[in-house]
């Protein structure tokens, strides 16, 4: 289908712009999952998809959720820019938003941009998306128990535990906050500029 006004979307935080690469993007992109996300003996996801990255699958990946794209079941992996260089990844995500209303995220930086606030920062810019510009009643996340910084940006920004569930992203089982954050509860805490989202949102089954 025709997806080409994803492109034009654009996400303005204080700091960052959020946005779809291009395909030349993907490069760089790429490499900055190349350089670490985490430290090799922990797994912050809960499918362990950094343990057998490749440039060639990490691109496949990207560019399928833009090939499978349709309103009633959608991917949208923005790329976060800072000063214009790629430095990780905000995904949105939801299946029949048009009825459901609720969408998913998912979330990384490289190692070398974690800890400034970038990570609220993007967090905050899709949530902001998806309530303001799609009308989203609900979002949800979740978080493996040791991943405290993931937890910490739910709590910051307002969703409540709603269960416990178990992953094994290392064949391990692991512990996982399941997060809701509704709609009634949403506090933008920075300002978020929403540009060019109006001929998308029928992309997004949210017109
Ligand atoms: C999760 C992630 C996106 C957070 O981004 P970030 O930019 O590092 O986070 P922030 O700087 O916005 O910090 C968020 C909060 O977590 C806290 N925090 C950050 N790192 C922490 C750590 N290692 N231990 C405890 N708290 C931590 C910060 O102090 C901040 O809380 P505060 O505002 O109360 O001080 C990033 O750490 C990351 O990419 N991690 C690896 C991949 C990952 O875990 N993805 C999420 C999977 S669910």
Redesign the pocket.
Known sequence: MKTAALWDIRLRTPRLELRLPTDDELDAFYRVAAAG??PPDEM??AIAWTDTLNEADFKAFHRGTWERWTPESWTCNFVTFLDGQPI?SQTIEAAEFASKKAVGT????GQA?????????QRAAVLEFAFAGLGAEAAI????FP????Q??SE?LGYRVTGVSEVSPRAEPIQHYDYRLDRADWRCPIDVGIEALEPALPLFGAA
């Open positions: 996300i985490h912050p996801f990780g998912g979330s990384w930086l941009y974690q800890r400034r606030g970038y990570g609220t920062e996340s979740g978080a493996l991943n405290l910084p993931s910490r940006i910051k």
